[in-house]
């Protein structure tokens, strides 16, 4: 059983930067692929970011790619979202989930919210025009 925790968002003007945190409790999570997922009101949950256990590689939605940047610390069992130039349709709940994996495989894969069995609750990304 793994129990993750995001924090880090909050109130954010449009160009601003956030840093998003996935605590891992409960299982080391440092040799499995963490996904970042958003959703915002009335829309489904889409994928944002992975990051593999077995060699660092990422994979990103072509709507952060070159804005966002997914990075882990394996030392402190935690994976962060550095987000750039956010913008208002960057505005939704971010969860942060683990996989049974260790590798991306594909992007079909890794961006798939099947592929990832637990999932943290979430927190508030609200970027202000």
């Known amino acids: 059983q793994v129990q993750l925790v995001e924090s880090g968002g909050g109130l954010v003007q449009a160009g601003g930067s956030l840093r998003l945190s996935c605590a891992a409790s409960?299982?080391?999570?440092?040799?499995?692929?963490v996904g970042w997922f958003r959703q915002a009101p009335g829309k489904e949950r889409e994928f944002v970011a992975a990051i593999s256990g077995s060699d660092g590689n990422a994979g990103y939605a072509d709507s952060v790619k070159g804005r966002f940047t997914v990075s882990r610390d394996n030392a402190k069992n935690s994976v962060y979202l550095q987000m750039n130039r956010l913008n208002p349709e960057d505005t939704a709940v971010y969860y942060c989930?683990?996989?049974?994996?260790?590798?991306?495989?594909?992007?079909?894969?890794?961006?798939?919210?099947?592929?990832?069995?637990?999932w943290g609750q979430g927190t508030q990304v609200t970027v202000s025009s």
């Open positions: 989930a683990v996989a049974r994996s260790s590798t991306l495989y594909s992007r079909r894969y890794y961006s798939s919210t099947g592929t990832y069995d637990y």
């Open positions: 409960g299982r080391t999570f440092s040799m499995y692929v």
